[in-house]
């Protein structure tokens, strides 16, 4: 061999001493890790939408609170495959829901109110809560009417749409409701002749079903359903002293005592009309009142005789 050629060999690099089943295994636990790493990251965004459900997704009547509904659901379709209306859908991957888990939207597709309840009964884990036997009870959610400002009501137009569409009834109580949206007369004070009727939504029978929100008829609702925890607020260690008071019989405090205040000497206690019914002076008003007749006339009275 020459010279040359000897350098050159000398150059040449060792044949790889790793085997081929070696170099598979090492390829395998390559692509392992990846698989690994990608898996991971699909369990992190999960746990961040599971942690975050839209404000307008609202789950099925009857289901747990969203923490115990998810660790309960098995992402098996039933309660979907089974409704009626065909409104449930399995939240898909990018749909900013859990994967899998059934939803409604109210604008899209309200619940029906299916009296029977057929996605509690077809639900296998009791992730909707098969307690609930009537409907009218269930809490999907609570409609808030979010936007008086558009509101075809509040401008003093004439619109009862979804107090009509309202499906939850109830007997008539003390306070005179019927259902669960009732209309409240006020006065126009635009037209100062028609009255307005102005939607009032019942949280107490609120079902959450969302045929209000769908019905509305402006281009985007004034009324919306919203998870009860976002719609509502809590009054934590507040209590409301006459409901209270009515509960047990009587004040929780003990007798009170009832102390005259200025001006209002002689008058039953809890009675603050400063006035009786003679009509009061100018001079004792904070606000005075109009004026009269004669004085919009341009009349002067001082000058009759």
Not at 148 to 171: D, K, M, S, W
């Amino acid at each position: 061999m020459s010279t040359e050629n000897a350098a050159k060999h000398a150059q040449l690099p060792e044949k790889s001493k790793v085997s081929p089943g070696r170099r598979k295994f090492l390829s395998g636990m390559a692509g392992a890790a990846g698989g690994g790493c990608l898996m991971a990251m699909g369990v992190g965004l999960y746990s961040h939408q599971a942690s975050a459900l839209p404000a307008l997704a609202l789950r099925p009547p009857g289901a747990l609170p969203e923490s115990e509904f998810l660790a309960a659901c098995t992402r098996c379709g039933l309660c979907v495959r089974d409704c009626p209306p065909g409104i449930l859908k399995l939240a898909a991957p990018g749909d900013l829901v859990p994967t899998g888990t059934p939803y409604f939207t109210a604008r899209t597709g309200p619940c029906e109110m299916c009296p029977d309840i057929p996605c509690i009964k077809n639900c296998p884990t009791g992730a909707l809560d098969t307690g609930l036997t009537d409907i009218n009870k269930a809490r999907m959610g609570l409609a808030v009417l979010v936007d008086q400002e558009t509101c075809v009501a509040f401008l003093g137009l004439r619109c009862e749409i979804c107090y009509n569409v309202c499906p939850v009834y109830a007997r008539e109580d003390s306070a005179g409701k019927t259902k669960a949206i009732t209309l409240e007369k006020r006065h126009n004070p635009r037209s100062d002749r028609h009255a307005m009727l102005l939607p009032i939504v019942h949280s107490d029978l609120c079902t959450g079903c969302g045929l209000c929100e769908k019905a509305c008829i402006l281009e985007e609702s004034a009324i919306r359903v919203l998870p009860p925890a976002l719609a509502q607020g809590k009054l934590g260690n507040y209590r409301k002293g006459w409901e209270e008071k009515e509960k047990h019989g009587g004040s929780l405090i003990g007798p009170q005592l009832e102390i005259e205040v200025r001006g209002l000497e002689g008058k039953a206690y809890g009675d603050t009309r400063v006035y009786d019914d003679a009509p009061p002076r100018l001079d004792d008003l904070a606000d005075p009142p109009p004026f009269d007749s004669e004085l919009l006339n341009g009349s002067d009275p001082e000058s009759k005789p």
